[in-house]
Every structure is written in structure tokens, then in C-alpha cells.
Nanobody
Framework: QVQLVESGGGLVQTGGSLRLSCAAS????????MGWFRQAPGKEREFVAVISQGGSTYYSDSVKGRFTISRDYSKNTVYLQMNSLKPEDTAAYYC????????????????WGQGTQVTVSS
């Protein structure tokens, strides 16, 4: 029902920046909380950031101060601006959506994108 498509991943050097985009289908985008999660091979999926319907944000301690989540209602798109990237940020990044308040647990999300790879070289 809701399709999420991530883009913007790539290979960057330590200290570099990337901006990920997540384009959402449908006409109910404004009613969803949107989250970003990431998963490295052999690791559990972990929370990165979330933005609520009203624009409130919350970040994992590991990215706080370096990443910024935002949303553009007119474009049905959520962004993740990633600055000061570190090798430990290397992972597949996934956009997710849910109705209700924002959550840090991935199991609470209803819709997921296909992921976009971010690789930070040392």
C-alpha cells in the first residue's frame, strides 16, 4: 500500500557527507512517522533517527550531532543528512514508516524500503 524508495547511498571517505532520500507513495504521507534504520552484515538492524508527523525528531546517540532527519511534505520525501561520517556508519540504510508516534524499535514499523548502501572508507 505504501512504497518507500531510498536513494543517495554511496562510497565516501571518513569525515565526508551524504544525503539519503526516501520517496513515499500515497497521499497519507503526512500521517506517518518516518524512521531511518541501518544494518551491517552479521549485525542486528539498529535505529538511526525518526521524525514524527509534526516534525519532532529523535536520534540514536551514535549519530546525534552528525545526522539530521527532515521531511518535505510537498514531495512526500524524508531525508537523512549524514555529516562527519565514520567507518562504523557503513551499513545498508533503510527507510521505514508507521502510523502513530515515532518508535525506535524496527518491529513497530509497517512499511520498509529496499535499502541503500552507505560505505565509509578509512
Amino acid at each position: 500500500q505504501v512504497q518507500l524508495v531510498e536513494s543517495g547511498g554511496g562510497l565516501v571517505q571518513t569525515g565526508g557527507s551524504l544525503r539519503l532520500s526516501c520517496a513515499a507513495s500515497g497521499r497519507t504521507f503526512s500521517g506517518y512517522s518516518m524512521g531511518w534504520f541501518r544494518q551491517a552484515p552479521g549485525k542486528e538492524r539498529e535505529f538511526v533517527a525518526v521524525i514524527s508527523q509534526g516534525g519532532s525528531t529523535y536520534y540514536s546517540d551514535s549519530v546525534k550531532g552528525r545526522f539530521t532527519i527532515s521531511r518535505d511534505y510537498s514531495k512526500n520525501t524524508v531525508y537523512l543528512q549524514m555529516n562527519s561520517l565514520k567507518p562504523e556508519d557503513t551499513a545498508a540504510y533503510y527507510c521505514a514508516a508507521r502510523t502513530g508516534w515515532g518508535q525506535i524499535n524496527s518491529e513497530k514499523y509497517d512499511y520498509w524500503g529496499q535499502g541503500t548502501q552507505v560505505t565509509v572508507s578509512s
